[in-house]
């Protein structure tokens, strides 16, 4: 099977490419593929082998699986929503990944098959996915962005993970409706104040609405990435963090300004809750915030 692969690339993309490429590479197609399509597809992924390390690449009836190191967590590939159709969107999420690891090390090290995780700002899951995986945990993805819903649930189905619950709305303030932006060019994916051309309708509730209506009976940690609508979510979550007191990590950027807020006042409204900052990574935009015990 490999020969015959390295075959086809040979012929099609005109250049030889060593069993470095192809070496994990399983090709389990039984349909049809046009030779130019084909050549296409071949291409990408060696573009994307070359840029990212991956574990295996899988051609499955017309579907591309990407199997990422070192958990083996799958995600489906998605040509079609990527920026230039290169796989460039594919990178950010991927990079997002090894740029978090000490971040879902820490979040591991934090949590039990029996804790709950809330995952804000899901997107695709990968932090969901691997939580999921290696703690066994309860997972709560949040995401209200209809083509990252589609592709979250493929991802979770994918893996096999029962324990990750998909709520296909924002988390905010108050309960109601919000625009969302979704221009994919670039990657601008959050709520925004006024709507605009690329902004669609999203359902919006708060988190003391979800885990009182849900009955949830506790919430350990909160990891939160919704591109500058932080404070927003935890004015909207503050009977629930007062009664359990979770680990809570915020992405915090430039995009705040847009709510008319700035990081400091954020900070400053966990602090007079008896929160501290515990660390700071990924040159400034990660915070981690634990309860501090009298």
Not at 16 to 28: E, G, V
Not at 119 to 141: Q, W
């Amino acid at each position: 099977m490999k020969s015959y692969i390295l075959w086809l690339g040979n012929l099609l993309l005109g250049q030889r490419y060593t069993d470095y490429y192809f070496l994990k590479m399983n090709l389990i197609n039984d349909g049809y593929i046009k030779r130019r399509q084909f050549k296409e597809l071949i291409q990408k992924l060696i573009d994307l082998h070359n840029r990212q390390k991956l574990n295996e690449i899988i051609i499955r009836n017309g579907d591309v699986i990407i199997v990422t190191e070192p958990y083996n967590i799958q995600y489906y590939y998605h040509p079609e929503i990527d920026i230039d159709n290169s796989g460039e969107n594919f990178d950010v999420m991927f990079q997002s990944t090894k740029r978090d690891k000490y971040l879902l090390d820490y979040i591991v090290s934090k949590t039990n098959h029996q804790s709950t995780f809330i995952d804000v700002g899901a997107n695709l899951g990968h932090f969901s996915l691997n939580i999921a995986k290696r703690t066994h945990c309860t997972c709560y993805a949040f995401e209200p962005l209809p083509i990252n819903i589609r592709n979250l649930k493929a991802n979770v189905e994918l893996n096999a993970l029962k324990n990750i619950v998909i709520v296909p709305v924002a988390l905010g303030e108050n309960k109601g409706s919000s625009y969302f932006s979704t221009n994919l060019q670039t990657q601008a994916n959050r709520l925004v104040k006024v709507r605009d051309s690329s902004s669609i309708e999203v359902q919006c509730t708060t988190l003391d609405d979800f885990v009182y209506e849900n009955k949830i009976g506790r919430v350990d940690f909160i990891k939160v990435d919704i591109q500058g609508a932080e404070f927003l979510f935890l004015k909207g979550a503050e009977k629930t963090i007062n009664q359990f007191k979770p680990i809570i990590v915020l992405e915090s950027d430039d995009l705040s300004l847009q709510f008319e807020y700035k990081r400091k006042e954020m900070f400053q409204w966990l602090y007079d809750r008896s929160y501290v900052l515990d660390n700071s990574i990924n040159n400034n935009e990660d915070f981690i915030f634990n309860y501090k015990i009298e």
